[in-house]
């Protein structure tokens, strides 16, 4: 089995960590994989950026970035695989400052460290890199950095199939542990509501007014009490629910002063499912006690508040059986570098979730993630070397 530079690929996360790029801006880590990709042997011309980021309905600097290289001996003509992760993090990785501290990497500043997903991108790269060093055989192979992912999947949803080449099976690096071979994920709904009250002066006349805070209040009530807030079981049936972000109508807080009745409040949350069907049931839960709330909240003269209820599915579950081709080799290729597979499915979205959904089955693994979106945030180093030596096999095994 052939060993990977592990200190070469350490170098390039170490690089990669270094380069901002949050959700959405992800121009600079985009141009630092291209330099290093072409430090590697990659040719200009297999190097291309697709237009995913003029669907987007969000501010994206750039493409997907695709890269393809031929086949090579008796693979050569195999069916194309794809490898693919995401170039960017959440805001919270904004400024963060790594340093190696024995089979870690660490952050010297108070913010998260990145790892989610430059790790992913340090796996890719050291791969091509040792695939063009070593030349053993292998098929065609794709491979796919995102944009937008932390943000909503964004990348991966709009991505420019035309130009992956028709791969048959692809294998995502995002997560913990290399042995992790995941296999599913849920589905999720985000949704927003606009209570809309009435203002009234709360000190002179509060019978009056019409609560948009009190009609949320009330709403989220009913909504504890009916068992649908947090993890929520029905039957043999679960899912998760949050309510997020609660501001007023320009984004700051909600009401403008204590002696006025506040009339209007927006709160964004979620609903999430390994079942395609129930997510979608949490949500409409959530719609009914807004709607039920607002109707029973009234004023002096009778008058009821009013919502405003929109969703949109975020991404869509998926579980792909143990049988197909994918997981299977999968599983092998843990095997065959000497460790554990465990087979699981994600209680969160994956850039594997629209890939499935496009039609390419997609198994996860992970390549040393540790509390990610946190500020303590680390990489570990040994399960990012066994993701290399994975990525590898994955390449060239028969």
């Known amino acids: 089995m052939h060993t990977v530079d592990r200190e070469a690929a350490v170098g390039r996360l170490m690089r990669f960590l270094s380069v901002e790029g949050v959700t959405g801006q992800e121009a600079a880590i985009g141009r630092e994989i291209v330099a290093a990709l072409r430090e590697a042997g990659v040719s200009q011309r297999a190097i291309r950026f697709d237009k995913a980021h003029k669907q987007i309905p969000l501010p994206t600097e750039t493409g997907n970035l695709i890269v393809e290289i031929p086949g090579r001996g008796?693979?050569?003509?195999?069916?194309?695989?794809?490898?693919?992760?995401?170039?960017?993090?959440?805001?919270?990785?904004?400024?963060?400052?790594?340093?190696?501290?024995?089979?870690?990497?660490?952050?010297?500043?108070?913010?998260?460290?990145?790892?989610?997903?430059?790790?992913?991108?340090?796996?890719?790269?050291?791969?091509?890199?040792?695939?063009?060093?070593?030349?053993?055989?292998?098929?065609?192979?794709?491979?796919?950095?995102?944009?937008?992912?932390?943000?909503?999947?964004?990348?991966?949803?709009?991505?420019?199939?035309?130009n992956l080449g028709a791969p048959r099976m692809a294998f995502n690096f995002d997560g913990r542990y290399a042995t992790a071979v995941t296999i599913g994920a849920v589905g999720a709904d985000r949704w927003e509501v606009e209570i809309m009250g009435r203002a009234s002066h709360a000190g002179g006349a509060p019978e009056r007014g019409i609560s948009s805070t009190l009609i949320?209040?009330?709403?989220?009530?009913?909504?504890?009490?009916?068992?649908w807030f947090g993890k929520v079981m029905k039957g043999n049936k679960a899912g998760t629910s949050n309510i997020g972000p609660v501001m007023g109508a320009d984004g700051g807080?909600?009401?403008?002063?204590?002696?006025?009745?506040?009339?209007?409040?927006?709160?964004?949350?979620?609903?999430?499912?390994?079942?395609?069907?129930?997510?979608?049931?949490?949500?409409?839960?959530?719609?009914?006690?807004?709607?039920?709330?607002?109707?029973?909240?009234?004023?002096?003269?009778?008058?009821?508040?009013?919502?405003?209820?929109?969703?949109?599915?975020?991404?869509?579950?998926?579980?792909?059986?143990?049988?197909?081709?994918?997981?299977?080799?999968?599983?092998?290729?843990?095997?065959?570098?000497?460790?554990?597979?465990?087979?699981?499915?994600?209680n969160g979205g994956l850039d594997a979730n629209w890939l499935v959904r496009h039609g390419i089955p997609t198994v996860t693994f992970g390549a040393g993630q540790v509390d990610p979106h946190t500020v303590d945030e680390w990489v570990d180093l040994d399960e990012f070397d066994n993701a290399c030596a994975l990525a590898m096999t994955l390449a060239t095994m028969e």
């Not at 919270?92 to 790594?98: E, H, I, Q, S, V």
């Not at 499912?273 to 002096?300: G, L, M, P, Q």
């Open 74 to 162: 008796a693979l050569k003509s195999a069916p194309r695989l794809m490898f693919m992760t995401h170039m960017d993090t959440v805001p919270l990785c904004a400024g963060a400052k790594p340093r190696i501290k024995g089979r870690r990497i660490v952050n010297d500043a108070p913010t998260a460290l990145g790892g989610d997903n430059r790790t992913g991108c340090a796996v890719l790269v050291t791969l091509i890199s040792e695939l063009l060093t070593h030349k053993p055989s292998h098929p065609p192979l794709t491979f796919l950095f995102t944009v937008r992912e932390e943000s909503g999947l964004w990348g991966a949803r709009f991505v420019d199939l035309e």
């Open 253 to 346: 807080p909600a009401g403008q002063a204590t002696n006025v009745v506040t009339d209007y409040v927006k709160a964004r949350g979620e609903s999430r499912s390994h079942d395609a069907k129930f997510f979608k049931e949490i949500t409409a839960a959530y719609k009914a006690a807004f709607v039920d709330a607002a109707a029973r909240v009234t004023n002096s003269e009778g008058k009821a508040g009013k919502v405003k209820f929109t969703a949109h599915t975020d991404y869509h579950p998926f579980l792909l059986k143990e049988t197909l081709p994918v997981v299977k080799r999968s599983i092998a290729a843990v095997e065959a570098t000497g460790l554990a597979p465990m087979v699981k499915a994600a």
């Open 216 to 227: 949320l209040a009330e709403a989220l009530a009913d909504i504890r009490k009916g068992g």
